[in-house]
């Protein structure tokens, strides 16, 4: 099994259009959409999910309220000010500082606060607050650390994984597709995009595919990491910028770290063709090899609008070059030695630096 990961050194560049392109060339294999934080290729692919399944990773604290005794312990120790503190009584909705908690008494001098809950009701009866403050934990704001949980002197704290989003199965025109949806200020995006490629590698097995074709996420970091580590052949679109050279130096670092073939596409290489002459010579000097260019055509924008791929829209302009850059991964690809398992722990970043000969 080969898998061909299509990445960039940045967002923008044009690289799920190009993927998309790609698997509607390819005929039938596999396809991972393992740019989780923004997935859109399905956008393209129109895909009929088959099969849904949560993502979960990490943990969040959940307070139980019954058997809190409102010590303010979690407020104490919490680093990352994820809980909430709201006033007892009727106004247990309150947001923290909307009504003052002290009356002047010396209660709570004379009596230790986590001694029993008994002391704790004399302290806001005291108080004439009405009763005790009510701690609510953020789940946006919570990094799961568990110090809450751990110092929490009743143990009222439970400590749950953490729903992270959810994943898919489906099938699509160009064949398979796996996908996710990462929620809201979720985090382990490695490996979510791990566990994406494991299942399209299992795919493709059962259903005797040879190519798995992966849309990957821009940048260095761990997503990105998790998408190419034991890839047969990596793709990066660039474009003919100052911050696209920059960028492409940076992830053919990576991918020569790793280990993997690299080539290059220079995308809308025609609205800056001195700046392509120099990502050439630059790909030459790093031992990546120049696929090919693609001109800059508003058929693109056209294509997705009717959610198709360009290949799909016309026969012209840069069709016609996609076509080319196909022609050249083609044999590449189907001549690239099988590769390896993916990672199971995504997030282990490389113990060195990329070599920056």
């Known amino acids: ?30 396809i991972a959409d393992c740019d989780v934080d923004a997935a859109d290729l399905h956008l393209v692919l129109a895909p009929t999910i088959r099969r849904r ?9 959940i307070i139980r309220q019954p058997d809190c005794i409102s010590c303010g312990a979690c407020v104490t120790y919490c680093r990352y000010d994820a809980i909430l503190q709201c006033t007892g009584g009727n106004d247990a909705a309150a947001p923290r500082g909307s009504h003052s908690a002290c009356r002047g008494c010396d209660l709570c001098q ?9 002391i704790m009701r004399e302290m806001w009866q005291a108080s004439g607050q009405g009763g005790p403050p009510v701690f609510v934990i953020d789940p946006l704001a919570c990094e799961g650390c568990g110090v809450c949980v751990h110092f929490c002197p009743v143990h009222a704290i ?40 494991q299942n399209a590698r299992k795919l493709a097995e ?36 100052p911050s696209g050279l920059h960028d492409l130096t940076r992830v053919g670092e990576l991918t020569r770290h790793f280990g993997v073939p690299t080539l ?46 360009v290949v799909e829209h016309t026969a012209t302009g840069c069709v016609e070059d996609l076509h080319a850059l196909w022609a050249a991964i083609d044999p590449l690809w189907s001549a690239a030695a099988p590769n390896g398992h993916a990672p199971s722990s995504p997030c282990t970043a490389p113990t060195t630096e990329p070599d920056r000969a």
């Open 264 to 309: 290059v596409c220079i995308n809308k290489w025609d609205i800056n063709p001195d700046v392509s002459q120099t990502i050439d010579a630059h790909a030459a000097e790093a031992g990546m090899t120049v696929a090919g260019r693609i001109r800059y055509d508003a058929a693109v924008t056209q294509a997705q609008i009717q959610g198709k791929a």
């Open 206 to 241: 059962e259903q005797g595919i040879e190519r798995v074709l992966i849309d990957g996420s821009p940048g260095i970091g761990c997503p990105v990491i998790a998408s190419i580590t034991g890839a047969a052949l990596t793709l990066v679109v660039t474009e003919p910028t």
């Open 1 to 30: 099994m080969r898998e061909l990961v299509v990445i960039s050194g940045k967002g923008g560049t044009g690289k799920t259009s190009i993927a998309a392109s790609l698997a509607v060339l390819a005929g039938r294999c596999v």
């Open 53 to 61: 399944e949560e993502f979960r990773s990490g943990h969040e604290a």
């Open 110 to 118: 004379r009596a230790c606060a986590l001694r029993t809950n008994e």
């Open 158 to 197: 439970d400590f749950v994984e953490r729903t992270c989003g959810e994943w898919f199965v489906s099938d699509t025109r160009c064949g398979p597709l796996v996908h996710a949806r990462l929620g809201t200020a979720a985090e382990n995006s490695g490996k979510l995009v791990s566990l994406i490629r």
